[in-house]
Each structure stands twice: as C-alpha cells, then as structure tokens.
C-alpha cells in the first residue's frame, strides 16, 4: 500500500535521477570541445539547386502545372465560399439557429481557406526576398 510520504519520496527521487542526468549531459557538451568543434569539410560547398540542367521546357512546365493547381484551389475555395454564404442566408431566413450556427462555421472556415490560398504568393515572395542573398 502507498502512502503519501512514499509518492513525494519517489517523485523526489525521479526529479534528483532527472536533474542528476542533464548535469551530466550539459557537462559532457561544455567539457569535451573536440565533439562539438569538430571541423568537416562541407561537400556541397558553391553547389546550389538549379532544375535548369533538364532544360527550359521542364521549367516552363512545373510552372504551369503549380499555376494551374493554384488557379483550381483558388476556383474551389470560391465555390465554397459561395455555397456556404446560401447555406447561411437560407439558415437565416428558415430561422434556424443550429443551421445557422453550422453555416456561419462553414462559411467562416471557406473564407479562411481563400484568404490562405490567396496569400500564398506573398508570403513565398516574402521569403525568397529575405533569403536571397545581397546583390
């Protein structure tokens, strides 16, 4: 039978073992500097990723295929967001509350996907101009 001094002992004990083992572990990283200035010659160096190598005609085509996707998201997501603006008016002139309540959610998270899917192309163009290097 346990016994509340036997459960504050264990949990002291599990914290001490707990304690006891990063101590060990932070002093392992801070004592032994060769483990983590451990100098490799990077093999990638100079070496960026470039599709161009199989042609034109593959850049050119990965690019319509990801317009094309993005156009069908955009056109599927609209169409959401118009089906869920009816469900709403229709909910609203029934009078129903539980209908409204699940059309307003609906047409709520419909306007959150296009808006996602419309800012796609900023935020990427955001990154890639804090990523590239300076010129």
């Keep these: 039978m346990t016994t509340p001094a036997t459960l504050t002992t264990d949990r002291r004990r599990r914290i001490r073992r707990t ?75 029934r009078g129903m509350s539980t209908d409204l309540s699940d059309a307003s959610d609906d047409l709520r998270f419909a306007l959150l996907s296009l808006a996602g899917i419309a800012s796609i192309s900023p935020i990427i163009g955001g990154l890639i101009y804090f990523v590239q290097p300076a010129a």
């Design 19 to 93: 304690l006891t083992v990063l101590a060990m572990t932070a002093a392992m990283v801070l004592i032994t500097p060769g483990i983590a200035s451990a100098q490799i010659a990077n093999p990638f160096e100079g070496i960026t990723p470039d599709i161009g190598i199989f042609g034109p005609a593959l850049n050119t085509t990965w690019k319509r295929w990801l317009a094309g996707a993005w156009g069908a998201c955009m056109a599927i997501a609209s169409y959401f967001v118009l089906t869920s603006f009816l469900k709403l008016r229709k909910a609203r002139n």
